[in-house]
């Protein structure tokens, strides 16, 4: 299935209700586990951006999740595909 990393920054509605992070992560995951996907690993940082590890059956559904989580007015995302060790052995075979 594939994979998603997501960079995840508060909005200003967001840091203003922080004590309810965790209630929305929970949340979250059952929005993913809705559209047939995973939200395997959240990671609050000290840093600039949070971190999600995501997986769907496709980029539709990891789309639809980040649209419908993203519309809570909570959070901004920028979302990498990430590739494991066989996926990406696979496309190196295919290049050229």
Known sequence: ?????????????GIHDYKNTLDRA?????V??????????VYWTVGP???TV???????SGTAFLLAVGAQRNIRTTTMR???????AEIVQKAP
């Open 1 to 13: 299935m594939p994979t998603y990393i997501s960079l995840i920054s508060w909005t200003d509605q």
């Open 54 to 60: 995501s997986e769907f059956p496709d980029d539709a």
């Open 49 to 51: 951006y949070d971190i």
């Open 32 to 41: 993913a586990e809705s559209m047939s996907g995973t939200l395997k690993d």
């Open 82 to 88: 990430a590739f494991n060790r066989d996926e990406m």
């Open 26 to 30: 929970a949340a979250a995951a059952e």
